[in-house]
Every structure is written in structure tokens, then in C-alpha cells.
């Protein structure tokens, strides 16, 4: 939770004590160390791609890409159209 005065974060701990900044600290390292972990894998399993490959990984990437935003649009327009006033 983010606290727009520092007087607000020290009061929130005074009140609930160091236990709930505690957990969330350690919750935010093991996603960190997580993250680390899969990027450096990431890394490693494409060390020896040629350029070539790369460049159709890269290529098949974005047209998935494109084509789940392109159904996520559709389906928000859908939505919207329904609800607009006038017309």
C-alpha cells in the first residue's frame, strides 16, 4: 500500500506493527529471485540461436502478440458499443 505522507506509514506501523512490512518484503525478494531466475534461463535456452532463428522467433512472437490485442480490442469494443448513450 503506498501512503502519499511519511507521518501515515509511521502511524500504519505503530499501529500494525512491523509484521506486515515484514512479510511484504519477503514476498517482494522471492518474486524478485523468481523473476532473476527465469530470465537468466531465458537467456541460456536462446545463447546459440542464429540470427536467422532469432529473427522467426521474434517474427512469430509479434504476430501472436498482435492477434491477442487484436481479439482483446474486439471484444472490449463489443462491450462498449452496447453502453454508449445517444446515438
Known amino acids: 500500500m503506498s501512503y502519499p505522507y511519511p507521518q ?3 502511524r500504519d506501523r505503530k499501529e500494525k506493527g512491523e509484521h506486515p512490512y515484514k ?3 519477503e514476498a517482494m ?3 524478485d529471485a523468481q ?10 535456452a536462446r545463447a546459440n540461436e ?3 532463428e532469432r ?5 512469430a512472437e509479434a504476430e501472436e502478440r498482435l492477434r491477442r490485442i487484436n481479439t482483446e480490442v474486439a471484444a472490449g469494443t463489443g462491450e ?3 453502453s454508449e ?3
Open 80 to 82: 462498449q458499443s452496447g
Open 55 to 59: 529473427a522467426t522467433r521474434f517474427a
Open 8 to 10: 501515515d506509514r509511521h
Open 35 to 44: 523473476l532473476q531466475a527465469e530470465a537468466e534461463a531465458y537467456g541460456e
Open 85 to 87: 448513450p445517444g446515438g
Open 29 to 31: 525478494t522471492q518474486s
Open 23 to 25: 512479510d511484504a518484503k
Open 50 to 52: 542464429s540470427e536467422e
